[in-house]
């Protein structure tokens, strides 16, 4: 209970100090252009960033970055992930620095602080269910990625609650295909440990998460077909990478 208690406290005395900064470099309510917007990006990832790597240790917990060598030195890239919890995008915007903003499911928009933050960074909500909405999500990404601004996905399409690594969609990776940004994939693992498998009252617990961040797969040049197979391809690379955690 106390660590759900310091990570309450954190939550709200991260937002009540960071407020006029988010209200400054927030991003969705600007008209900005394309440089002015990723330096406001940026300003306010970093807040962000801030934010999430004081919920992991408000929570008691220890992150331990494998791969941190194969990170991309130059901003537009598409980080694709396994989604095992609500602690994923923390521990990413934890350990890249490259300033990424988010496609997540519309369920995000419910909930309070972090919706916040979502928002305000340029973050993209997706419908699921909503085949229209989803081809708007592919054309926005595309055009942040186009504009050299990195963006997280996690193509599962929902959290594992298995355990299990989910079937990547094929859909995600149109992204890097429309646009030509290079892939990095991600596997995360223990991240449901700090909060989906506990109860009340004891709903944040400690626990040690792995990064563990793979070589980048460039799309340039690839035929119809390798192009079919690359989700498939991704998808077995992240369960490798999975693998290799302890």
């Given at each position: 209970m106390l660590k759900g208690l310091r990570t309450l406290l954190f939550m709200i005395c991260h937002f009540i100090v960071n407020t006029p900064g988010r209200i400054k470099y927030r991003v969705d309510n600007k008209e900005l252009d394309v440089e002015q917007k990723k330096l406001y990006t940026e300003k306010i990832y970093r807040i962000m960033q801030?934010?999430?790597?004081?919920?992991?240790?408000?929570?008691?917990?220890?992150?331990?970055?494998?791969?941190?060598?194969?990170?991309?030195?130059?901003?537009?890239?598409?980080?694709?992930?396994?989604?095992?919890?609500?602690?994923?995008?923390?521990?990413?915007?934890?350990?890249?620095?490259?300033?990424?903003?988010?496609?997540?499911?519309?369920?995000?928009?419910?909930?309070?602080?972090?919706?916040?933050?979502?928002?305000?960074?340029?973050?993209?909500?997706?419908?699921?269910?909503?085949?229209?909405?989803?081809?708007?999500?592919?054309?926005?990404?595309?055009?942040?990625?186009?504009?050299?601004?990195?963006l997280v996905i996690y193509p599962e399409g929902t959290r594992s609650k298995t355990g299990e690594l989910g079937e990547f969609k094929g859909g995600s990776f149109k992204l890097a295909f429309n646009s030509g940004a290079t892939i990095v994939p991600v596997a995360i693992k223990n991240t449901e440990c700090i909060f989906e498998n506990n109860k009340f009252p004891n709903m944040i617990k400690s626990a040690i998460v792995y990064v563990n961040i793979g070589k980048p797969i460039s799309v340039q040049d690839l035929s119809r077909a390798e192009q079919k197979a690359l989700p498939k391809k991704v998808e077995e690379y992240v369960q490798k990478l999975f693998n290799e955690i302890p």
């Open positions: 801030s934010f999430c790597r004081g919920m992991i240790k408000a929570s008691g917990s220890e992150l331990i970055v494998m791969g941190e060598e194969n990170l991309p030195s130059e901003p537009g890239n598409l980080y694709v992930s396994n989604h095992r919890g609500f602690y994923d995008p923390m521990a990413i915007a934890a350990v890249v620095n490259d300033p990424c903003i988010f496609i997540g499911k519309n369920g995000i928009s419910k909930m309070p602080i972090i919706r916040t933050w979502f928002t305000a960074i340029g973050s993209i909500y997706i419908t699921r269910e909503d085949a229209r909405q989803a081809l708007e999500v592919i054309k926005k990404g595309t055009e942040e990625l186009k504009n050299h601004q990195s």
